[in-house]
């Protein structure tokens, strides 16, 4: 598994990624996500395809190193999508995904990162809690906002 950056060149793979159909109100699919990118630049965003071999399995954006005091911003470390294509769920990329997010964002001076999910019972929050994201007691535009502590040991 690898983190590839988005260019023209397998923008149109990337952008046909689709998790579950059942998934799709948890999760905004790649092409929307980079609109929202676009949108909201002091969000910082950072994203990358994820490769497994040469063909395309998901989609990981995040806010990074935000500076403090940016409205409506969560940070400085904040995981806003992670997308497995349905076909490869199940499989280890969502964590795989994650443990090299994990590596990233702590080489860069993290200590915590954030995200938030859409609150359904059958939604992505026991894979969060799972990997060892807690509640913050936060809720951003309707969803928990968990935190993962980068200074536990337990983590890659």
Known sequence: MQLVEITDANREAVCALRVHPGQ???VTGVARSLEQAAAIPEAE???RAVYAGDEPVGFVML???VPPGRPGILGPY???RLLVDGRFQGLG???AILDAVVALVRADGATELLTSHHPAEDGPGPF???YGFVPTGEVDDGEPVLR???TAPHLA
Request: charged fraction near 25%.
């Open 24 to 26: 799709e109100r948890f």
């Open 93 to 95: 990329y969502g964590t």
């Open 45 to 47: 965003p950072w994203f």
């Open 63 to 65: 806010s990074w190193n």
């Open 128 to 130: 969060y809690r799972k």
């Open 78 to 80: 904040y995981l806003w």
């Open 148 to 150: 993962l502590d980068l």
